[in-house]
């Protein structure tokens, strides 16, 4: 299974590299490069929420084995967008990319959903878990709702009008967020009292 | 006004109608005008007597494939490529006539051709910057505006014009949203309106105006930011207090109502100071005004142009 969904987490980066070799990608490549990757990156973060959920309804254990390669796609396109942002758009002008950061509230808030998603990515190894201990990172990892939170609204204060595809991601992020949230509620007893 | 805009929809579902009977005479001639409508969709009809304008630019013209499927034309989509996909939503609507209103000597209804034939067609290559940072190199083929409106005699308490475009929910997909306040609207001082620069177009690349932008007559203001260009002209009013505009209402902070392209101003989520040339691959700086601060700056002379961005 794993394979395949690994395959399948490629199949959007494969289309890009074919797409840009054969002059598929429009008027403005590097735009739509850029918004693309950024996309795929918070697909992939839903993605990677999905999974506990998934893992509840249908009982299927080995969906979670899934968990940590989904994130880690999630983290590899947001890791490309910023890079085709800074590399490609920006041209390494650095003056620029300091200004832009500092001054675009967009761009800073996905910054610190990029922020997160590193100390996330870089504690994924299983010496790191260790090292952490289970308790501790498992609430360092609990910061993957920020970073989906973060990222949702950072779509959404990039858009010049049409809010629909944005609020479409936040309304699938309040879907799996919520049902966190109802699973942590304590169960009512029978006589309806706790 | 509002009695004129209600008579205006009236006349739509008019034109509306003629269009439907045109689909059924189209049917009735056949698979073959099917097979020759299909084929002039492709190749639309050239303009025939343009000459060679003013103020033209020598740099390298944008592809025809590019200025024509990457397009910000709300009323067919949201997305750049949209008006282009959705272009047949919106055929030539003939006859296309325009409402002349407010402060002048002459209002009426006039048509489109009546409106451009007694002035000569220019081919105008102009930079075309828009507000996203984006730019193009454009040939135009148009009538200057001034000398299209001066007909109409607009008085002396006429200092706007203002530019409705087409409104007709029932058949462009943009217009089923209420994303943004329907007709579009935008406007220009006189002395902008009447500035040799500002062209009122019919055509682009040698050819009559492809719908995604703007058929069959847009505004093109080529020292200002894309969106003042109003597409798909049904009205024109000249006013004496400024014209609400649909951008500047939107989001007052981030289009102004001048929007003249400007380095120095940044929009409220990124800077303008350069600006990605279409076919290019680096970004290459924005100039004042796009390059037209030698015939423009003039009209701006004691304003302050961070206020009045
Ligand atoms: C330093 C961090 C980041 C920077 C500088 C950045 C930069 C950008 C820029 C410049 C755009 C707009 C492109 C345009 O206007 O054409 C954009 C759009 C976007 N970004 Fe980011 N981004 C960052 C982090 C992230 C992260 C972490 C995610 C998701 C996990 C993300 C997801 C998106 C999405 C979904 C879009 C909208 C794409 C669309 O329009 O379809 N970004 N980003």
Known sequence: ?194 | MLIRRSSDIREFEVTDHGLYLGRRKLLALGAAALAAAVASKAAAAPLTGVIEGPFGTSEPLTSKIAATHYNNFTELGFHKDDPAENADRFPPLRPWTVEIGGECAKPGRIGIEDLIRPHALEERIYRMRCVETWSMVVPWIGVPLGDALRQFEPTSRAKFVEFTSVHAPNILPGQKTDLLPWPYVEALRIDEAMHPLTLLAVGLYGEDLPVQNGAPLRLVVPWKYGFKGAKSIVRIRFTETRPHTTWNDLQPDEYGFYANVNPAVDHVRWSQANERRIGEFRRRPTLPFNGYADQVAGLYAGQDLRRDF
């Open chain 1, 1 to 194: 299974m794993k394979p395949l969904v690994f395959t399948l987490c490629l199949l959007p980066l494969a289309w890009l590299g074919w797409a840009g070799m054969n002059d598929g990608l429009g008027a403005n490549p590097i735009e739509f490069l850029i918004r693309t990757l950024g996309d795929w990156a918070l697909r992939m973060l839903l993605v990677a929420l999905a999974v506990t959920p998934m893992r509840q309804l249908t009982g299927w254990g080995w969906i979670g084995r899934l968990r940590r390669m989904l994130g880690l796609f999630a983290f590899a396109y947001a890791l490309l967008h910023v890079a085709a942002w800074i590399g490609v758009d920006q041209f390494l002008d650095w003056g620029t990319i300091g200004r832009e950061i500092a001054k675009r509230r967009y761009i800073l808030v996905g910054m610190s959903a990029f922020v997160i998603l590193i100390a996330l990515a870089s504690t994924s190894t299983n010496g790191m878990i260790r090292r952490l201990g289970g308790r501790r990172w498992r609430l360092l990892h609990k910061s993957v709702y920020a970073a989906g939170i973060l990222a949702s609204l950072h779509y959404l204060m990039m858009v010049k009008v049409d809010i629909r595809p944005p609020l479409g991601h936040i309304v699938i992020l309040a879907l799996l967020l919520g049902w966190r949230v109802i699973k942590a509620l304590p169960a009512p007893t029978p006589s309806g009292r706790r």
